[in-house]
């Protein structure tokens, strides 16, 4: 099992991860989406269940990572770009029974992949940077526009504040884009108990059968996530 993370993650979170899986891979680009998201995993791929969706502009060396470990990939169709909609085609999720995009933004390979799910159309573009799934029903979102919208679906979710989530160049990042999930863990890139929302998040994750892991001492950072390849 490999882990892909953002370059610009502390060293002490990276070093952490190493402890769990064979190799990390630390992702960045240049000259294709803007600074703060450059080195974001989630910006450039979708995952689930085993499938994984690649922009056809991700970096070079992060495919050769992939096909010299014999990850089984696949590309999408639409490359990233700089504006919101063209940074933003991969950054949705899905669990086994739902799918959360924006209307309009999400690239066409995953819509194929995901059309026999319930489709749950969201206000927030940057999807996976906002939200993540404990389970099929249970979700951690720091957005509360999306938090309403689950509601409406009957979906439950734990909100956390995103006041004080490190992330490039903005005052503030997202909770989706500090979390990954491996072996029934989610892995955090910071220590959630350093926010004031930490404790309530432990305890939901934990009431719906999942451990916590922090990677790192610090607040936490949002780099597009923590994404395990095998």
Do not use: W
């Amino acid at each position: 099992m490999f882990a892909v993370i953002d370059k610009r993650a502390s060293e002490e979170v990276k070093d952490t991860l190493k402890l769990y899986v064979d190799g990390v891979f630390e992702f960045s680009s240049e000259g294709i989406t803007y600074n703060s998201i450059s080195g974001h995993p989630d910006v450039f791929m979708f995952q689930e269940a085993g499938i994984l969706i690649v922009a056809p502009n991700a970096p070079s060396d992060f495919i050769s990572f992939l096909q010299k470990r014999h990850v089984n990939f696949t590309f999408g169709k639409e490359k990233v770009g700089v504006n919101l909609k063209e940074s933003s085609r991969y950054n949705c999720l899905a669990t086994a029974s739902h799918y959360f995009l924006r209307k309009g933004f999400t690239d066409r390979v995953i819509l194929d992949h995901c059309k026999d799910k319930i489709a749950v159309v969201l206000p927030q573009s940057y999807v996976r940077c906002s939200l993540f799934n404990v389970d099929d029903h249970h979700f951690i979102t720091s957005d509360k526009g999306i938090l309403k919208r689950l509601n409406t679906h009957q979906l439950e979710a734990c909100y956390f504040d995103p006041r004080h989530i490190k992330i490039k160049d903005h005052a503030y990042g997202f909770l989706g884009g500090t979390v990954g999930e491996f072996e029934n863990t989610l892995f955090f890139m910071g220590d959630v108990l350093k926010h004031a929302d930490g404790e309530k998040l432990q305890e939901y994750i934990r009431h719906n059968n999942k451990k916590v892991l922090c990677l790192g001492s610090d607040y936490l950072y949002d780099g597009g996530g923590v994404f395990f390849v095998k």
